[in-house]
Nanobody, 124 residues
Framework: QVQLVESGGGLVQAGDSLRLSCAAS????????MAWFRQAPGKEREFVAA????????YYADSVKGRFTISRDNAKSTVYLQMNSLKPEDTAVYYC?????????????????WGQGTLVTVSS
């Protein structure tokens, strides 16, 4: 089973860009669909984006579509979230997660492994 470690969070201003990384340990990273979730203060965790094991399929929450891009590099066992045109409402702890089924991951189900999260704060 993989272990996940996120990085790249920080404090930015509205309109700025940020790229999050999620590095996986273990040899089975390429077998997993990967996703990003986020949890804002006082709110439930929500789905942000998902990518299939080979990067051939991606899916985004409506709130980030056109602004965020998920990608992966299986050779580096890393998944990325490029976030552009950031808004204050994007402020949250961002988590990466792994699951065996892309269709389930998109629905936020059967997530087998979670990272510890990285904080993104967007000031207005």
């Amino acid at each position: 089973q993989v272990q996940l470690v996120e990085s790249g969070g920080g404090l930015v201003q509205a309109g700025d860009s940020l790229r999050l990384s999620c590095a996986a340990s273990g040899r089975t990273f390429s077998m997993y669909a990967m996703a990003w979730f986020r949890q804002a203060p006082g709110k439930e965790r929500e789905f942000v984006a998902a990518i299939s094991w080979n990067g051939g399929r991606t899916y985004y929450a409506d709130s980030v579509k056109g602004r965020f891009t998920i990608s992966r590099d299986n050779a580096k066992s890393t998944v990325y979230l490029q976030m552009n045109s950031l808004k204050p409402e994007d402020t949250a702890v961002y988590y990466c997660a792994a699951g065996s089924s892309y269709d389930a991951v998109v629905l936020g189900r059967h997530l087998e492994v979670w990272g510890q999260g990285t904080l993104v704060t967007v000031s207005s």
